[in-house]
C-alpha cells in the first residue's frame, strides 16, 4: 500500500521506512484495540458472574444493584 506524506501544502510518497512505521503505529493501534475489546469481555462476564453468586446468596436483585 502506497502511504502519503503531508507537510504543509506539500503532498508526497512515503519513503519505504515511513510507510514501514506508518504500517507498525496501525498493527499497534489494532492490537491495542482488540486487547481493549478482550478486556472489556472479561470485565463484563466477571460482573454477570458476581452478580449470579450474590443472588445465590440470596441478595435481591435490588441488593446486587446497591452494591
Not at 22 to 37: K, L, N
Amino acid at each position: 500500500m502506497t502511504h502519503k506524506i503531508q507537510i504543509d501544502d506539500l503532498v508526497r510518497d512515503a519513503t519505504p521506512a515511513e510507510a514501514a512505521a506508518i504500517d507498525a503505529s496501525h498493527a499497534a493501534a489494532d492490537a491495542q484495540t482488540a486487547a481493549d475489546a478482550k478486556a472489556a469481555t472479561a470485565q463484563a462476564a466477571a460482573k454477570k458472574s458476581a452478580e449470579t453468586k450474590l443472588a445465590a446468596l440470596g441478595l435481591t436483585a435490588d441488593e446486587i444493584a446497591a452494591l
